[in-house]
């Protein structure tokens, strides 16, 4: 099994990466939250991998944290779950936010990503609770409270991206009402604009 690769990287075209490695190029399918932090072409890179065979196909997948690979296997244990939808989960929620809405059983978070029904977002929901909680104890992933997940609900709701919400959530002190909360968060975010 291929558990990690380490070569240059020839080729980027998402999903896809080529990774040169001592003159073999392999060919690795990477979610875009790999894709946007990977190097510039020529440059060095490690991925983690999780190698796949099927009757018709050997599947190569990288990913450059292992939350991210913890995740997606997590993912593809899941009945009706396959590696195309794990990696537009993990596409589309960082493993912060994916465990974050697991623990909150989260439907409306999980159907805004491509190719996620409501069916699917709520078995999902069942059989990754508890499953991912080594990303919520993992270094650096600050608990959203009640007031903030509200905030950010209606900023989403707004039409901000998760990304922008999430930033202008952080810039609010973790005490702010949700009223509050929403014209901070709306008044830093018109700035960025």
Known sequence: MIARL????????PPYVLVDVAGVGYEVQVPMSTFYNLPDLGGKVTLLTQFIVREDAQLLYGFLTVGERASFRELIKITGVGPRIA????SGLSTAELAQAVSAQEVSRLIKVPGIGKKTAERLLLELKGKLAPVLSAPGFVAVSDNQSDILQAL???GYSD???QAALKLLPPDASVSDGIKQALKSLSTVR
Do not use: N, R, V, W
Request: hydrophobic share 60%; no cysteine; charged share 20%.
């Open 87 to 90: 990696l537009a989960l993990l």
């Open 163 to 165: 990304k922008e919400a």
């Open 6 to 13: 380490t070569g240059l990287l020839a080729e980027k075209s």
């Open 156 to 158: 989403i709701a707004l």
